[in-house]
């Protein structure tokens, strides 16, 4: 087995066991992460042990070659050149990874005591945080994650527009914290335990926090707070240009397109993206980036650039991208995606990037473990990438979609549009149970 595919397989392992955890038991732990890892530790021990282990001396296969029945001899050399020590303890060592992925996950469930937001769930509770990301706005509200230092967990609050807070603004709450409704589990991949929603009071404290942080603690929390401000900043200045350029609704579409922003879509609207099965294109994923990067190396390539010194222009361009928007998480995520994918079509290799995607993906699930389960975008993103990596140009040579005329591309877009609708609907189904008739008509326009 090569070492590429042993690679593979054992980031597929990680996964798996991750995935099954966030499954079967999203919010309580099956068992301590200190069982999960100790079963890792043992099962990898035990697979590295049978791999090194070298093979039992076996007879030669030409004896008894004549014979038509095998006897026990043959049988037993005919058993362990089918079914090797080494895949064997290979396999072993992927169990290993599997258990890998169950500690991973088991380490973000909060342990519920005292200290911790969930366990005043339904009583009423004086709480105190910094807002820790963007906020999430709405038609006529706004949501933000609070980090609590009152208490372990945080907190998502519903707030009106105004007075609007920013990323690291202190906020004083007093409210009684509920449980997430179904509307609001997209915070849980955050770290959200409990949500208030239109608090009695909410104050900025005068006082600062009873219990002093240490000079390094300060100039810590003092960088990433001004890091997370000026982020922000540039987000608000992009947003503002984008909407002064183009109005609402315009400009509320292309901010969804672009960044997952879609507080300024009507409800209407976004009733008409489920009806046409186009509602995706809001869900912030590998795929969005991925067409814009295709339209930025056209672009490109259309100015005198070749396609080989136009992508790592697009490249740069999509990092200036990230920055501008802000830098979220699930910005990021989808930049790393749709790079891929440009990498993959720009550099034209002959072997498929199945590494690089599994990676990525195993890089981004061990930072947030969270997303298989809460983030639709991540799902999105890794299923059109796949699609667009692997089957895209299949159907574009060998389907109805190569009678698309090629100008501006729309025999690639078509084929990139039913090659990700193919493997996204089944998602687009289980989370939002809607199918447009015409949605593939609709992708491929």
Not at 259 to 272: C, F, H
Request: proline content about 6%.
């Amino acid at each position: 087995m090569s070492k590429s595919k042993v690679f593979f397989i054992l980031c597929l392992a990680f996964i798996a066991g991750l995935g099954a955890h966030s499954f079967l038991s999203p919010e309580k732990r099956l068992l301590e992460p200190f069982t999960w890892y100790l079963l890792f530790v043992a099962t990898g021990a035990a697979g590295i042990i049978v791999v090194l282990n070298p093979k039992p001396q076996t007879l030669n296969p030409k004896q008894n070659q004549n014979s038509n029945v095998p006897n026990s001899k043959s049988l037993e050399f005919w058993y362990w050149n089918l079914f090797r020590i080494s895949n064997l303890g290979f396999g072993i060592v992927a169990i290993a990874f599997v258990f890998l992925g169950f500690f991973r996950y088991a380490q973000v469930i909060p342990v519920v005591d005292a200290q911790h937001l969930a366990h005043y769930v339904g009583q009423e509770a004086a709480l105190r945080g910094k807002v820790d990301s963007l906020p999430r706005k709405r038609e006529k509200t706004t949501a933000y994650v609070i980090k609590l230092s009152t208490y372990r967990g945080k907190l998502l609050l519903s707030a009106p527009i105004y007075p609007a807070y920013r990323p690291g603004d202190e906020l004083f709450i007093q409210c009684t914290p509920q449980p997430l409704s179904q509307y609001e589990k997209w915070a849980v991949r955050e770290g959200v335990s409990a949500s208030c929603a239109f608090p009695e009071h909410i104050a900025r404290p005068l006082t600062r926090p009873s219990a002093p942080l240490s000079l390094w603690e300060r100039g810590g929390v003092r960088e990433r707070v001004r890091v997370r401000a000026t982020l922000y900043q540039i987000r608000e200045i992009f947003d503002s240009r984008l909407r002064a350029l183009f109005p609402d609704p315009y400009g509320a579409l292309l901010a969804g397109i672009l960044y997952g922003d879609t507080s300024g879509i009507s409800q209407s609207l976004r009733q008409a993206f489920r009806t046409t099965g186009l509602a995706h294109i809001t869900a912030l994923s590998g795929y969005n980036i991925t067409i814009i990067s295709w339209v930025l190396i056209g672009a490109l390539v259309y100015v005198g650039l070749t396609r080989k010194q136009a992508l790592p222009v697009t490249l740069l361009l999509i990092l200036l991208f990230v920055l501008a928007t802000g830098a979220e998480a699930s910005v990021v995520r989808a930049a790393i995606m749709g790079a891929l994918v440009s990498l993959a079509q720009g550099v034209g290799r002959a072997r498929h990037p199945r590494n690089a995607l599994a990676l990525a993906g195993v890089a981004m699930l061990a930072v947030n473990p969270r997303l298989l389960r809460f983030d639709l975008g991540f799902l999105l993103s890794f299923a059109a990438t796949i699609a667009l990596v692997y089957f895209a140009n299949d159907i574009e040579r060998r389907t109805l979609i190569r009678k698309l005329p090629k100008i501006w591309e729309i025999r690639k877009a078509g084929a990139a549009s039913v090659a990700a609708l193919l493997f996204t609907t089944p998602l687009l189904l289980y989370y939002t149970g809607i199918l447009g008739p015409f949605a593939l008509v609709a992708n491929i326009l």
